[in-house]
């Protein structure tokens, strides 16, 4: 680290013009006036000032611009036949017919069926349980011990895929404990880690496992900043535990649960990858291919390039198109959204 | 305890039950750990009394570990996973902090453009097919940095950075400023000292996706040699239980006897969990300050 007196060496000379007197006594009028001292001075006294600023700026901005932005330039291989060997250059253009094969192509239509029934089903069976598992989390009145719980459902949330598929296997595998303990009583064992048929039911088990503990943090913050006199109040006014549940908690859930919705809703085509390819040489294509799946193993390891960016381009679109709607929808019903009307 | 004085009190079945409820969630988190770690400590006689997974704890060894430190597969891989989590994390916790930092004054040079480019991240990711030939392009594959730089920044933890670095007010750092102190040094030596649950809790997120990077390394390593310990589990221990015991065979292991295989699989499950056991409770009490404001405000 530099020298302390380094500081005093280095008068900084970029404070730029002098900012509007300060509005004394108002909050929160610091960031305005900085806000507009900012904004004023030639192009050149301000870079004198930000050029650190945006020194720091520029790796995180130099990534996203080449892993997130680049990428999407090469989805234009969708409208052609790309051959790696021939390159983005010279590979021929093919127009939409890609996108063509697409819309016949039995199997991308089984995976979009797949993702959406395993959405809808997780929007029911799922999404409302951090819910439920938050109002009780807050109904633990000793803090260690509401601590202590908290940190123990948390925890799968930071345990990876593989190994969670691997912990359900040791379970409920065909040589898992439950097929272990049902043969020592005389049954016979099950597999249900193999069974297509509840495998939406198996995915769903393990995403509460793996998640619904931590998706209580964003309603247990919520139902923190609740204003507790409100309980009192209706508590004086003679309302139950269950009205004041119905009429003060729910309520000011509210918010979070309609972000959280839109989020999953403009999200539906994504049911996590790393699950469903983990599982879906177990129980078989029917059951477990989903659109992601369906893009790794029709294109990437056949060398369809162009095929798969084009179900990709079509899935991020839909994608988009989804979240704009989710929003505007709730924009309608009043609640903020992810990003504000302006 | 504390109870406002107006709640009414609990009745015994309300409490049992929600205690009965409380509990069989915290022993459907712990049993599974539980067994499996047990079963990766039981020698081979405990295994097969038990006929599978060891509930009941009987004669111990750490055989088991033994084997799969003698070299071969699983070290090579724990070792694999290890440097990419230290310099992954390392790498997108600095790119991250710098960049948080420098986008927390609104109204400075090019603010506007650049937030704008971090947050339309969010609406779409960059798609499997391109990514996978934008990494072959850069001359990536199977190199370890296929796994770090494409997930070096996340823009959910940049926001969240930023918007806790917003919150510190800014006579905090005028003073320095005024002082002649360089931005550089403002981030290292006031704003970072005041953030540190959140900048554990982002360095934890980041350490976490690291470590469990398993799509990418199967992607982008064709180099088997090169696999992190989360694709290693689930060839030996999800795919297959019989291709395991090919493996021991062989110099994977090293020339010893046989353990339990199943005593080993389940040591694989714990050196995979063993990190995030470890590192998780000292992180854990920052969750909710700082992740949640940021979260909010974000």
């Known amino acids: 680290m530099a020298a302390p007196d380094h500081l005093a060496v280095e008068r900084s000379t970029d404070a730029g013009p002098a900012g509007s007197p300060a509005v004394p006594g108002r909050p929160g009028t610091t960031r305005r006036r900085a806000q507009e001292r900012a904004k004023h001075g030639s192009l050149r006294s301000r870079f004198r000032r930000d050029w650190q600023l945006l020194l720091m700026t520029v790796p995180a901005i130099g990534l996203l611009l080449l892993f997130h932005y680049v990428p999407l330039l090469g989805n234009v291989i969708a409208f052609q036949d790309y051959s790696p060997y021939v390159g983005i250059k ?9 996108f063509q094969w697409l819309m016949f192509d039995e199997s991308f239509w089984d995976a ?24 009780l989390l807050d109904s633990v009145v000793r803090p260690r011990l509401r601590l202590f719980i908290q940190g123990i459902v948390y925890m799968p ?25 049902l043969r020592d009583h005389g049954f ?6 193999t069974n297509p048929d509840t495998f939406i039911l198996l995915v769903t088990a393990e995403t509460v496992w793996k998640d619904a503990g931590w998706g209580t943090i964003i309603f247990l913050a919520a139902l923190a900043a609740i204003n507790p006199h409100l309980y009192e109040a209706a508590a004086v006014d003679g309302a139950s535990r269950w009205r004041r549940l119905w009429h003060i908690t729910l309520p000011g859930l509210r918010p979070v649960f309609v972000l959280l919705l839109i989020l999953r ?9 790393e699950q469903f390819f983990l599982q879906r040489d177990a129980v078989g294509r029917d059951a477990a291919e989903v659109l992601d799946t369906f893009m790794y193993w029709r294109t990437l390891l056949t060398g369809e390039w162009s095929y798969g960016a084009a179900a990709g381009l079509v899935k991020g679109v839909a994608g988009l198109i989804l979240i704009l709607i989710a929003n505007k929808v709730a924009h309608r019903f009043g609640e903020q959204g992810i990003y504000k009307r302006s | 305890m504390t109870m406002p004085a107006w709640a009414e009190r609990p009745t015994r079945l309300g409490a049992s039950v929600k205690g009965l409820v409380l509990a069989l969630i915290v022993a459907a988190v712990l049993f ?43 070290t090579r891989s724990i070792a694999v996973s290890l440097g990419v989590t230290v310099v992954g994390t390392l790498l997108s916790l600095s790119v991250t902090v710098l960049a948080a930092y420098g986008l927390s004054r609104p109204g400075s040079l090019l603010h506007r453009p650049m937030l704008f480019l971090v947050l339309l991240t969010f609406l779409f990711g960059p798609g499997m097919i391109p990514s996978y030939l934008l990494v072959s392009s850069l001359g990536l594959i199977d190199s370890y940095w296929a796994l770090i730089l494409p997930t070096a920044v996340t823009a959910f933890n940049l926001v969240v950075m930023r918007a ?24 290292w030596r006031i704003v970072l000292p005041m953030s540190k649950g959140v900048t554990a809790v982002i360095g934890l997120f980041y350490a976490v996706g690291y470590w469990n990077a398993f799509f990418n390394a199967t992607l982008y390593l064709n180099d088997n040699t090169k696999w992190p310990l989360q694709v290693v589990l689930r060839q030996f221990v999800l795919q297959g239980q019989s291709m395991f015991v090919g493996q021991t065979g062989d110099t994977a292991i090293g020339g010893h006897a046989l353990p339990p295989s199943l005593a080993i699989q389940m040591a694989i499950v714990t050196l995979a969990l063993i990190p995030v056991l470890v590192i998780y409770p000292f992180v854990q009490k920052h969750f909710t300050k700082g992740v949640i404001i940021g979260a909010v405000k974000g």
Do not use: C
């Open chain 1, 90 to 98: 010279d590979s021929p253009w093919v127009g939409m017919s890609n």
């Open chain 1, 112 to 135: 979009t069926i797949n993702t959406l029934s395993i959405t809808t089903f997780q929007l029911i069976f799922y999404f409302p349980l951090p819910i439920l598992l938050a109002i």
């Open chain 1, 157 to 181: 949330h930071f345990f990876s895929w593989v190994l969670v598929v691997t912990l359900f296997q040791q379970m409920f595998g065909g040589a898992g404990l439950l097929a272990q303990i």
């Open chain 1, 188 to 193: 016979s064992g099950v597999d249900i880690m």
């Open chain 1, 265 to 273: 809703l403009g999200d539906a085509l994504n049911v996590g990858f």
């Open chain 2, 32 to 74: 599974p750990i539980y067994m499996v770690v047990l079963t990766s400590l039981s020698t081979q006689e405990a295994v097969s009394k038990a006929g599978g997974l060891v509930t009941v704890p009987g004669e111990l060894s750490f055989g088991a570990y033994e084997q799969l430190f003698a070299g071969g597969v699983v």
């Open chain 2, 164 to 187: 806790f670095f917003m919150n510190i007010p800014e006579e905090v750092t005028d003073s320095a400023r005024i002082d002649g102190a360089s931005e550089f040094r403002i981030l």
